[in-house]
């Protein structure tokens, strides 16, 4: 019962293994969509703490541009500490 556990368990350890290795390459597009909801979650706090709202102009030409300057600055935007 004990060799049973035993191999249950390294079975799981060794899927676990293999499963974060094929898990941890995200793709850009997954990169951008997490990023684009973080903005969207930001504005929204800026909008709280604000007396007027965003226009929805002001608000998509936010987003659009995150995502425009991820396409094609994404690896000076991660060394940026504003967007850490």
Request: no cysteine.
């Amino acid at each position: 019962m004990i060799v049973e556990f035993l191999g249950i368990g390294f079975f799981s350890f060794l899927m676990n293994s293999i499963n974060s290795l094929f898990g941890s390459e995200k793709s850009l597009s997954d990169i951008i969509d997490k990023r684009i909801e973080n903005v969207e979650a930001w504005l929204r706090m800026v909008e709280k703490s604000r007396s007027k709202n965003f226009t929805k102009q002001m608000y998509d030409s936010i987003k659009v541009y995150t995502e425009q300057s991820y396409k094609f600055d994404y690896n000076i935007i991660n060394q940026e500490e504003f967007f850490s």
